[in-house]
């Protein structure tokens, strides 16, 4: 919910809040209109929040003041012409940063404070642990950090791991295709340590991206799964990410198969797997692809994936799945899982490809930061990421 929402609804808590805390929530809700509107009025903002103009008045010398927004222009208004001014975010009030840590692949991308990307740099590599991902991924910051002056607000990680929520590190799971740790991600990527960091797992990430900007922005449940290197699913139920007690929700690799065996270990010993046996090989998925017919080792990578899938979707019945990652590109990939998932799920699914590829971690990372340094002196916290009672991502591709 966002605070224009609290004010009309009446849903601030019953105490009555602090004065700093009221003009915490009017600040915020001034933003939300600009963020969501672009250059508005003063009157025009009041009107759309449900907030008394001197109110907002008030609020706009205190963003002025802050830097947060810019007086941009006068626009005619009433019968007799008169003109009124313009507020609107100040994109230079700071940047946010969205860093990726894959199997073979990191990425970073900068966001202006509305939300234009300022610097995006990526690489493949032979990356088989995080601490290699993390040497890369401080190169390819230090590069943004000599295109972009402004300050760093806040900062989001994706890794492809399991993550503690409580602890924001890597949780250690056997046959993992991402191996290493990190105790500190803040230091390792040599980030500001008064920089608000947030750490997620890849898939959680890409779940996020989904709903605010991919084939899920309509949907309140959602099964969101990501084919790379490794697989994963993220869980959106009731309107919000769902993490689990220990950040394992939506780990269907490690799903046991009839053999006991996890399904990643499966299929990294499997004709498609990496030599270490911990990952899938995407080059060796398309060069069997290139086969007419593709053969058996192919049918049971398919098999493999869509059992793991309609096992989740069984028991969590998210109506609807979104499918990404760089193996979702590939059509035979994607309508020889539909086939399996539709024809055996226990209730209707409707299978989508997500439009998102393999950029929905770094997407999400991105949004997430944004997020966070927007909210970074309002009302919000950390946790509201990943909700629907944030600010929209206009500006974010």
Same mark, same amino acid.
């Given at each position: ?145 000599? @295109? ?102 939506? @780990? ?76 979702? @590109? ?68």
């Amino acid at each position: 919910m966002t605070p224009s929402e609290a004010f009309r609804r009446g849903s601030v808590p019953a105490a009555t809040p602090l004065p700093g805390t009221l003009a915490q929530l009017t600040d915020a809700a001034f933003l939300d209109v600009l963020f969501r509107d672009g250059p508005s009025s003063r009157a025009q903002i009041a009107k759309s929040t449900g907030i008394s103009k001197p109110t907002i008045s008030e609020s706009a010398q205190r963003l002025l003041g802050s830097g947060r927004i810019l007086e941009v222009g006068q626009t005619a208004t009433g019968m007799r012409g008169r003109s009124a001014i313009l507020c609107d975010v100040n994109p230079s009030y700071g940047h946010s940063l969205g860093v990726v840590l894959e199997r073979g692949y990191v990425a970073v991308r900068v966001l202006d404070y509305r939300g234009a990307v300022l610097c995006e740099n990526q690489i493949e590599a032979d990356d088989e642990n995080l601490p290699a991902g993390i040497t890369h991924a401080r190169d390819l910051i230090a590069r943004c950090s000599d @295109e972009v002056e402004t300050p760093l607000l806040a900062a989001a990680i994706s890794v492809a791991a399991p993550i503690d929520p409580r602890t924001q590190t890597v949780r250690q799971l056997p046959d993992a295709p991402f191996t290493g740790s990190v105790p500190d991600f803040a230091r390792a990527l040599q980030i500001e340590p008064i920089s608000p960091l947030l750490v997620d797992n890849d898939v959680n990430w890409a779940t996020i991206a989904e709903s605010r900007i991919g084939s899920m922005q309509d949907a309140d449940n959602f099964l969101y799964v990501y084919l790379g290197a490794g697989i994963g699913a993220g869980l959106f139920l009731s309107g919000g990410l769902h993490r689990g007690s220990n950040g394992t929700a939506g @780990e269907i690799g490690f799903l046991r198969t009839a053999s006991g065996e996890t399904v990643m270990r499966r299929l990294g010993r499997s004709p498609v797997g990496t030599p270490d046996g911990r990952s899938i090989d995407l080059g060796r998925v398309r060069s069997l692809l290139d086969n007419d017919p593709p053969g058996p080792a192919m049918d049971e990578f398919l098999d493999d994936l869509a059992h793991a899938i309609v096992n989740v979707a069984t028991t969590v019945d998210p109506g609807r799945i979104a499918v990404g990652g760089p193996l979702s @590109e590939v059509s035979q990939v994607a309508e020889g899982l539909r086939r399996r998932i539709e024809g055996t799920a226990l209730s209707g699914l409707e299978m989508t490809i997500s439009p998102l590829g393999r950029t929905a971690p770094l997407q999400g990372a991105a949004i997430g930061a944004l997020e966070l340094a927007r909210r970074l002196r309002s009302h919000a916290t950390p946790e509201n990421v990943g909700t629907t009672d944030n600010f929209d991502t206009r500006g974010e591709e």
